[in-house]
């Protein structure tokens, strides 16, 4: 009953009218995400997918870029994101080790989740898929042939990515990977960009969007901060009240700092 309001700039008349997106595709793919997010094994809900769905279909046609994500699990967002990179004549990077989440610092063995009044634990290998079985969900399931795949830790296979990007997604659990991830993506992203995170309601890693110091010296910039930060976007219904793991920022020109002369 509250699709059409968590979800109403996907549905908004205005979104992907530049790709001639109409209501009819619109339910067609809402079909499609539901169905894959019962298919392929996903942390993440299709609510989460329409969301970026809404964001993405309003990117403007004539600005270049492709899109990324970091973290890939099973595919389970991947399939959907291929399906609007297609759409939008655009190519999708998925950076994965695709054996599993690296063995955590003593900072990330676990995360404070006040929302739920708890603490998620994280141990290496965790949330592993390999790249052939991510693969064959996006064959079965998206597009796979706007995919590209970079097997490997952020900090190995990041440095040496350099085309521009219009949209980030990143579902990488631990902070550090996320700190990794935002060092090298953060620059490719064009202004007026989103990225989204999936991990908004880890008190540590929202925190890391606001943190000043970490952001002028690896960035050069101000912290853009988080939309959902700390409790997530209001998308699912919980105790307590509305909440989710889903968070974004936008990349706008004036975050750059002046930078130093001599």
């Not at 890939?72 to 994965?96: C, E, I, Q, W």
């Not at 976007?233 to 909440?243: C, E, K, Q």
């Not at 004036?254 to 002369?261: A, D, F, N």
Request: proline share 5%.
């Amino acid at each position: 009953m509250l699709l059409p309001v968590v979800a109403r700039e996907f549905f908004s008349r205005d979104t992907g009218s530049e790709y001639g997106v109409g209501l009819l595709w619109k339910l067609r793919f809402l079909y499609v995400v539901i169905r894959n997010n019962i298919r392929v094994e996903s942390a993440s809900n299709f609510l989460y997918h329409l969301i970026m769905a809404g964001k993405i279909l309003r990117i403007p046609k004539d600005l270049p870029g492709n899109f990324i994500e970091c973290g890939s699990y099973k595919g389970g967002s991947a399939v959907n994101l291929s399906r609007l990179a297609k759409k939008t004549g655009r190519r999708l990077h998925l950076f994965d080790s695709f054996e599993g989440l690296p063995e955590p610092t003593a900072e990330d063995k676990e995360h404070l989740v006040l929302s739920e009044l708890q603490f998620h634990t994280y141990e290496g290998g965790a949330y592993a898929g390999s790249l052939p079985e991510v693969r064959e969900n996006i064959r079965k399931y998206g597009a796979l042939d706007v995919c590209e795949f970079h097997k490997g830790f952020f900090n190995d296979t990041l440095p040496g990515f350099s085309e521009q990007l219009v949209f980030a997604y990143i579902d990488a659990d631990l902070t550090s990977s996320v700190r990794d991830a935002l060092k090298y993506v953060w620059p490719l992203l064009q202004d007026g960009c989103y990225l989204f995170t999936d991990e908004a309601h880890h008190t540590e890693i929202a925190g890391l969007f606001y943190d000043p110091a970490w952001w002028a010296d690896e960035l050069h910039s101000t912290p853009p901060g988080l939309v959902g930060g700390g409790n997530g976007l209001g998308l699912l219904l919980h105790p307590g009240g509305f909440r989710s793991s889903l968070g974004f920022t936008a990349k706008l020109k004036t975050q750059e700092l002046p930078r130093r002369v001599g």
